[in-house]
């Protein structure tokens, strides 16, 4: 167990629907990212928040947003959902920029959403 | 360009063999090498690396950093069929806040 968790595990949604995923990161990390991972493909960076600033953006459309509340979980909003969404959405956590063991880097068992 | 590039892509093996698995990197203001299991679900942290030549070892797992050639080496020993995984590499780096770059990873299949 990591101590990084994400809900839901599975969600099954139509096209054109909205969804958000939730993820805690493990106690006492203060940074969370987002990765998308489809069928055979490598893990793609979303978006990074710390302590709850927006830090680092990767390759997410704009249909996606996120954020990073005061008490650190954070939300991966999905919206106008297509087909090409479907993927394991994963979320990882990390204890911060200037804290000891700066580095390690938790994943959560992902959610695996589904567009139908 | 930043870039992790992992080798081989695959790899099938039989139930007792050695490998070794290959992870090249070029990034700036580099701070740390990772590597990860990945079976059916979420990648499960194996080992981190920030310092040249020195060994990590877990179990039949070891790795190991050459920061001057910028690679390292994840090596499985008297492998098993619960070895059997993606075995993925990333980097961290800093630029304003700590990045990480993943390779493609390595698909390892364990024969019995």
């Known amino acids: 167990d990591s101590g990084v968790t994400q809900t839901p595990k599975h969600l099954i949604t139509a096209t054109g629907q909205r969804v958000t995923l939730r993820c805690s990161p493990r106690?006492?990390?203060?940074?969370v990212y987002w990765y998308q991972q489809s069928l055979d493909q490598g893990l793609q960076f979303l978006i990074q928040?710390?302590?709850?600033?927006?830090?680092a953006k990767g390759n997410i459309l704009e249909r996606f947003s996120a954020q990073q509340f005061p008490d650190l979980h954070s939300e991966l909003n999905l919206s106008s959902l297509e087909l090409g969404d479907s993927a394991l959405y994963f979320c990882a956590s990390s204890a911060g920029w200037d804290r000891p063991n700066t580095g390690e880097l938790f994943f959560g068992e992902g959610s695996r959403l589904t567009v139908l | 360009e930043d870039k992790v590039v992992q080798s081989p892509l695959s790899l099938v093996v039989h139930e007792g063999d050695t490998v070794t698995l290959n992870c090249s990197y070029e990034v700036t203001n580099f701070r740390s090498l990772l590597w990860y299991k990945q079976e059916k679900k979420a990648p499960t942290f194996l080992f981190m690396l920030t310092s040249s030549g020195i060994e990590k070892k877990s179990g039949r797992l070891s790795s190991i950093l050459d920061k001057k050639e910028l690679f390292s080496i994840l090596n499985i020993t008297a492998t098993q069929t619960g070895d059997s995984a993606i075995y993925l590499c990333a980097v961290g780096w800093a630029s304003g806040t700590y990045k990480y770059i993943f390779g493609t990873g390595t698909r390892l299949k364990v024969l019995a």
């Open positions: 928040y710390y302590n709850g600033e927006e830090r």
């Open positions: 106690s006492g990390d203060l940074s």
